[in-house]
T-cell receptor, first 111, second 112 residues
């Protein structure tokens, strides 16, 4: 069974203090990895898909990277509006199994 | 706006009752997923449909059922409601299982 583990569970940063969130996975044949952002009371918002080790994608202050065992979401000079829970997920090996989500990292950026 | 719509936004009902939640996927998406999220908890996958057929099943209770119609919209039926069923219910859609999901705004269900 696919497993996805995110760390830390919670992270508190000062505005402008860069950091990274980790998503480690145990899957049989990676078919991609997704990152989402979720604000309280709202549906997760899709951020990135990474398909192969070495791939990187950027959006504003966020950069996602992928290795063979884990993915990182780097947050550069965060702002309070970056406060949210960040989720990673891996698609199923076969068409009849579920997407596996991590439990998320709750990020708080303090002004 | 993800393009996924859910109705109603809020639902308040009593224990033992039955409710139906509705979801319209993004244009072109064939897969629809249902998730439950209780307060400060993670997403719990309930069920996935692909082009009208059940594709994957999570920890969905027997009191819950879902279907996807020919126009690809989906409904989640919750019956014999209990206090513990109070949660946010999200619908998501994607082209297929390999692709990213786009989530709707959710339906907040309160069972009193």
């Amino acid at each position: 069974e696919d497993q996805v583990t995110q760390s830390p569970e919670a992270l508190r940063l000062q505005e402008g203090e860069s950091s990274s969130l980790n998503c480690s996975y145990t899957v049989s044949g990676l078919r991609g990895l997704f990152w989402y952002r979720q604000d309280p009371g709202k549906g997760p918002e899709f951020l990135f898909t990474l398909y192969s080790a070495g791939e990187e994608k950027e959006k504003e202050r966020l950069k996602a990277t992928l290795t063979k065992k884990e993915s990182f979401l780097h947050i550069t000079a965060p702002k309070p509006e970056d406060s949210a829970t960040y989720l990673c997920a891996v698609p199923p090996r076969g068409g009849y199994q579920k997407v596996t989500f991590g439990t998320g990292t709750k990020l708080q950026v303090i002004p | 706006d993800s393009g996924v719509t859910q109705t109603p936004k809020h639902l308040i009902t009593a224990t033992g009752q039955r409710v139906t939640l509705r979801c319209s996927p993004r244009s072109g998406d064939l897969s629809v997923y249902w998730y439950q999220q209780s307060l400060d908890q993670g997403l719990q996958f309930l069920i996935q449909y692909y082009n009208g057929e059940e594709r994957a099943k999570g920890n969905i209770l027997e009191r819950f059922s879902a279907q996807q119609f020919p126009d690809l919209h989906s409904e989640l039926n919750l019956s014999s409601l209990e206090l513990g069923d109070s949660a946010l219910y999200f619908c998501a859609s994607s082209r297929d299982s390999d692709y990213e999901q786009y989530f709707g705004p959710g339906t907040r269900l309160t069972v009193t």
